[in-house]
């Protein structure tokens, strides 16, 4: 280099080959606050700026460096990156090549469980109203977890233990890597499609954050939320938890303790049946007993337990009012015959043929009866009834009372 | 048993809280009584003859 002239393509091309010449600047670790990140639409390469308190630098990342970042860039963000320090020669941009981007302070899994829980969260797919109560005797469960490990054992052991009235359907899935989220989405609709599932069970053995990252997959946490049963997440962390234990209806915090979850013990039924059928032993034989009860109060009573003194008193009580009507009927008919008597002697002492026992006699004429003097004449035959025959008699002469 | 185990075992419920309210006449309650013994003995005996049923899905279902 001398003092002779350049073009700007010249110092732009000598600046580059100056950068690129260090071996100190071709992969740098540098940290700072991500800004104005935007992703071109059609490349696919995001550009934005790193600073910090007093500066800052462009940066470009390619799309291919993109695709690898485990969380998604946001503004805000601190950052750690692996970079290329450069001069593009077109512009003269001092810049940055990023090829690898870690979060400052939280591991990336962590961010991205943060950003995926948060978004999830205001979407409210983790509300408690959509959890649905689970089913206290299922008749089928789904069992979504890896056919190898521990966990499918322990978890059909349990079942089989507590409940074997249960039928389960495993559906084997892959639990961890790249492929785990979309094959469990597979499975998933596979289940939600069969008829007669009651519950299902999502889940898998312990591991590291990254064995059980593909639980925090924000697509599989949405399939999840879909279910149309009850959804059990059992991913094997005893404290922390999985995106897919906020979605699911029930967490458990291991696959044993879903398969406790998700059934009743058969001796604990058995014992519920036993106090059932006691109680229906107890209360009909108490209804029985009451029946019984009701039953004796009536026959104690006065007029079933001395029956015979009843119907002595009734047979007393209608003698007696039968030699009352007896009496009286006596004295009804002595009063009568007295009476008729009485009349009777009035009768007969009116009887004219009593009369003429005593000596009177009647005298009749022509038939007639004769009161007076005045209907007889002189000469008359008249007849006399006295009282044991008749006397023919002729009027000799007649005398008037006066 | 073509019933569902739990069907059977809410129905029996049911017996025991008619019987203990005593609301039923007294046929009433024999019959109940009856039914209930038989509910008993059939959910004991599936409890107890169950075996798990397992099936695995294949993955090319």
């Known amino acids: 280099m001398n003092n002779a002239v350049m073009t700007v393509s010249q110092l732009n091309r000598y600046v580059k080959s100056v950068l690129d010449g260090d071996y100190n600047l071709q992969s740098v670790f540098i940290k700072g606050e991500v800004s104005n990140f935007r992703v071109n639409f059609a490349s696919g390469h995001a550009y934005f700026t790193l600073k910090d308190d007093g500066a800052s630098i462009k940066c470009v990342m390619f799309k291919s460096d993109v695709s690898r970042v485990k969380f998604n860039v946001e503004d805000g963000l601190n950052v750690i990156c692996r970079a290329k320090v450069t001069l593009y020669e077109r512009d003269g941009n001092y810049q940055l090549y990023i090829y690898d981007m870690q979060p400052d302070g939280l591991g990336s899994l962590a961010l991205l469980f943060e950003q995926t829980k948060r978004k999830l969260e205001a979407e409210g797919l983790f509300d408690l109203s959509r959890k649905r109560p689970l089913p206290a005797f299922p008749s089928k469960i789904a069992v979504l977890t890896s056919e190898n490990g521990a966990a499918v054992y322990d978890i059909l052991n349990i079942l089989n233990r507590r409940y074997p009235l249960c039928e389960v359907l495993l559906i084997p899935v892959t639990v961890q890597g790249v492929q785990a989220p979309a094959d469990i989405c597979k499975k998933l609709e596979i289940a939600y499609n069969l008829p007669d599932i009651d519950l299902i069970i999502l889940g898998r053995g312990g591991g590291s954050a990254e064995d059980l990252s593909a639980f925090n997959d924000e697509n599989l946490a949405r399939k999840l939320a879909l279910s149309p049963f009850p959804t059990i997440s059992a991913v094997g962390h005893e404290s922390d938890f999985s995106i897919t234990d906020f979605v699911a209806d029930v967490r458990a915090s291991t696959p044993s303790a879903a398969a406790e979850l998700s059934v009743p013990q058969k001796e604990e039924i058995s014992q519920y049946i036993d106090s059932l059928s006691k109680n229906i032993l107890y209360s009909t034989n108490r209804f029985i007993e009451l029946a019984e009860l009701k039953l004796n109060s009536i026959t104690s009573g006065y007029v079933f337990k001395s029956k015979d003194a009843f119907f002595e008193s009734l047979i007393e009580k209608s003698d007696a009012v039968f030699s009352k009507i007896t009496l009286c009927f006596e004295r009804f008919m002595e009063n009568k015959s007295s009476a008729f008597l009485e009349v009777l002697g009035k009768f007969n002492a009116l009887n004219p043929l009593k009369v003429i026992e005593r000596g009177f006699s009647i005298t009749y004429k022509n038939g007639t009866q004769i009161k007076s003097v005045k209907q007889l004449e002189k000469n008359d035959n008249i007849q006399v009834k006295l009282s044991d025959g008749m006397a023919n008699c002729k009027v000799e002469s007649l005398e008037e009372l006066k | ?61």
């Open chain 2, 1 to 61: 048993m073509s019933e569902k185990f739990s069907d059977k075992l809410s129905r029996l419920e049911v017996i025991s809280n008619i019987l203990e309210k005593g609301e039923c006449s007294l046929e009433e309650a024999v019959e109940l009584y009856q039914e209930g013994v038989k509910l008993a003995k059939e959910c004991n005996k599936q409890l107890n003859d169950a075996k798990q049923k397992v099936t695995t899905l294949n993955p090319e279902e």
